[in-house]
């Protein structure tokens, strides 16, 4: 800053009495120069050897901030290498982010799936065992044992296969649902048939 530039003008007085004139006896001025000692020579010229480095430390200050500055200025893109590296860590993450994305929703309609068949075939035997007779269909438990029949999350159907078996809790006999399961096609993540679940 400029204000750091200024000396200190204590440092530049002279002391009135070292600049001594003398008048002659017949009236002429001369100026009569002042001894110092050799002690005072040299430590006046330390001094301004000290002022002298001090300017050149403020010199190079001003010029180490004037490079920041320029520097700060010159360097303010981004190179076309450093753009196209940069692009292709997103692609990649992004690509990454999307296949663990897809397994994991995957894995949360597996879920949803075992769960529908679970309350299923306890709707069929909680069923059987209040009407004791199994169900000719899954509408049959609909109204009273679960509000409608589930929607399959892998196929986005109602289309569940069901077992149909003899039906040996009735005294009139007959067939009815025996058991429920996925029709969809293809393994779970855990390399289980649908079907099987």
């Given amino acids: 800053m400029i204000s750091d530039l200024r000396l200190p003008i204590r440092d530049f007085r002279f002391a009135i009495a070292d600049c001594r004139f003398a008048i002659s006896d017949f009236g002429a001025t001369q100026i009569a120069p002042k001894r110092y000692a050799k002690s005072d020579v040299l430590n006046r010229q330390s001094a301004i050897g000290n002022w002298q480095s001090e300017i050149a430390n403020w010199q190079l200050q001003i010029g180490n901030r004037q490079s920041a500055i320029d520097n700060r200025q010159s360097s303010s893109g981004f190179t076309l290498l450093e753009l196209v590296m940069v692009m292709t860590i997103i692609v990649v993450l992004a690509a990454?982010?999307?296949?663990?994305?897809?397994?994991?929703?995957?894995?949360?309609?597996?879920?949803?799936?075992?769960?529908?068949?679970?309350?299923?075939?306890?709707?069929?035997?909680?069923?059987?065992?209040?009407?004791?007779?199994?169900?000719?269909?899954?509408?049959?438990?609909?109204?009273?044992?679960?509000?409608?029949?589930?929607?399959?999350?892998?196929?986005?159907?109602?289309?569940?296969?069901?077992?149909?078996?003899?039906?040996?809790?009735?005294?009139?006999?007959?067939?009815?649902?025996?058991?429920?399961?996925?029709?969809?096609?293809?393994?779970?993540?855990?390399?289980?048939?649908?079907?099987?679940?």
């Fill in 96 to 197: 990454i982010g999307v296949s663990s994305y897809q397994s994991i929703q995957l894995k949360a309609r597996e879920t949803i799936l075992r769960e529908n068949l679970r309350t299923m075939r306890k709707m069929i035997d909680q069923y059987s065992a209040d009407k004791e007779k199994l169900p000719s269909s899954l509408d049959d438990l609909a109204p009273d044992y679960i509000r409608e029949v589930p929607i399959d999350p892998i196929t986005g159907q109602k289309d569940w296969v069901v077992d149909m078996g003899e039906d040996t809790i009735s005294r009139d006999g007959g067939t009815g649902v025996v058991d429920v399961h996925s029709a969809a096609a293809g393994e779970s993540t855990e390399g289980t048939p649908y079907r099987d679940l």
